[in-house]
């Protein structure tokens, strides 16, 4: 079973850092870009940050000088540092692999099953 599982999250002060690690694993052929979302109770799900398989990297603006999106593709795994946290920070986060290749001819997305990141004031 192909699949997506992620650790990290936690309850930390304003200020404080959190690390998110999201590892794939199963029969994988080769895994495209990764990311992780975000969703804050009542809100929509948002696109923190991306990496591609060639380290291409976006962040929302918000997080941009305070997150940093890594990968080692020998693992699988893709990392979200997350420093400088602010108590809006505070969401569900989910690791995202939109076009993972699973044999010759299928490719699937998958999802985590989500890690709660908590930023007291």
């Known amino acids: 079973q192909v699949q997506l599982v992620e650790s990290g999250g936690g309850l930390v002060q304003a200020g404080g850092s959190l690390r998110l690690s999201c590892t794939a694993s199963?029969?994988?052929?080769?895994?495209?870009?990764m990311g992780w979302y975000r969703q804050a109770p009542g809100k929509q799900r948002e696109l923190v940050a991306v990496?591609?398989?060639?380290?291409?990297?976006n962040y929302v603006d918000s997080v941009k000088g305070r997150f940093t999106i890594s990968r080692d593709n020998a693992k699988n795994t893709v990392y979200l540092q997350m420093n400088s946290l602010k108590p809006e920070d505070t969401a569900v986060y989910y690791c995202?692999?939109?076009?993972?290749?699973?044999?010759?001819?299928?490719?699937?997305?998958?999802w985590g099953q989500g890690t709660l990141v908590t930023v007291s004031s």
């Open positions: 995202n692999a939109p076009d993972v290749r699973v044999d010759q001819y299928r490719y699937r997305q998958l």
């Open positions: 199963g029969s994988i052929f080769s895994i495209g870009a």
């Open positions: 990496i591609t398989s060639g380290g291409t990297i």
